[in-house]
């Protein structure tokens, strides 16, 4: 066999393992990865209000299937948002602990989730957290899209991108908010699934004062985590909605709030008007 032969057997094989994650950065989550936002008033209702070229849409995709969608913010190296289907409770806690990374969010040219050392070829990664931003940090990676909520295996690894984390305070993430995400799981499996609703969940975080480590790029402290619900029938109608908002320590969560007052709370926090759901849940 060819000098040149091998050579090109090696690529292949090297790409082969990232060719199974993938993921990718688009301009518009209505046209690329609707499925994760509810349809209200006959619009797509992606959360409205985040504004800037820092705040890159990613449709988080693994073996081939769009599993969740994040609104990141290469600014402040945190997730805004995640958004996803709730189907159930599926039980897929399997958890590999390999954590991924974003290339496009540098790139723009390569569409895999890969691991740090397969995107080490990339230009350096500066927009983004990376696993040694957590290191030292007495911080968890605590996840937007969770665990608990996805409705198959592949979901559940799909969520182990440092997109879809920012540092939570490890005490808040195994206690009162992992109650809060058990809680509204189980509401939403009981009084929206079994009664043949369509579940819709938006999960973010709001940037805080202080930073994991004092350089340039650091990652950026959520001074809260929030999450909120909206449950439609067959007809797009709304049936059911709440929320939830936290300190990020090891503080009670409040709620469960309606829609508007979670609203009027994330509009107080980041300043600016958000909305949730196109304001029809």
């Known amino acids: 066999m060819s ?8 690529v292949v094989l090297l790409l082969l393992p990232l060719s199974l994650c993938l993921a990718e950065v688009v ?35 693994l073996n081939n299937t769009a599993e969740f969608a994040t609104l990141y913010d290469t600014t402040n190296r945190i ?11 599926m039980n897929c806690t399997r958890r590999t602990g390999d954590w991924f ?28 957290a990376k696993n040694a931003d957590y ?13 608990l909520h996805a409705n198959s295996q592949g979901c559940s690894d799909a969520t182990f991108t440092l997109t879809n984390a920012a540092p939570q305070d490890p005490s808040f993430n195994r206690g ?6 058990r809680e509204m799981a189980v509401f939403l499996n009981n009084s929206c699934i079994t009664k043949d609703l369509r579940a819709y969940v938006v999960t973010g975080v709001v ?49 469960p709030l309606t829609r508007q007052n979670l609203e009027d709370e994330l509009n107080i926090l980041y300043g600016i008007n958000v909305t949730l759901f196109g304001g029809g849940c």
């Open 207 to 255: 940037p805080g004062n202080n930073v994991l480590k004092e350089t340039d790029n650091s990652v950026r402290i959520p001074s809260h985590f929030w999450t909120a619900f909206c449950c439609l029938d067959q007809n797009n109608t709304h049936q059911s909605s709440g929320g939830y908002i936290g300190e990020n320590i090891n503080n009670d969560v409040n709620g």
């Open 101 to 128: 990374i974003e290339p496009q969010l540098n790139t723009y040219t390569e569409s895999n989730m890969a691991t740090e050392s397969a995107a080490r070829k990339q230009p350096q990664i500066d927009n983004q």
């Open 135 to 147: 290191v030292g940090s007495d911080y968890d990676k605590g996840h937007l899209a969770p665990v």
């Open 27 to 61: 301009e518009d989550f209505i046209v690329s990865c609707p499925q994760f936002f509810p349809t209200l008033n006959g619009e797509i209702s992606p959360p409205t209000g985040f504004i800037g070229s820092q705040y890159k849409r990613i449709c988080q995709t």
């Open 3 to 10: 000098a040149s032969i091998m050579k090109l057997l090696s």
């Open 176 to 181: 009162q908010w992992r109650v809060t995400e």
């Open 79 to 89: 997730p805004v948002y995640s958004a996803y289907r709730f189907t159930g409770l």
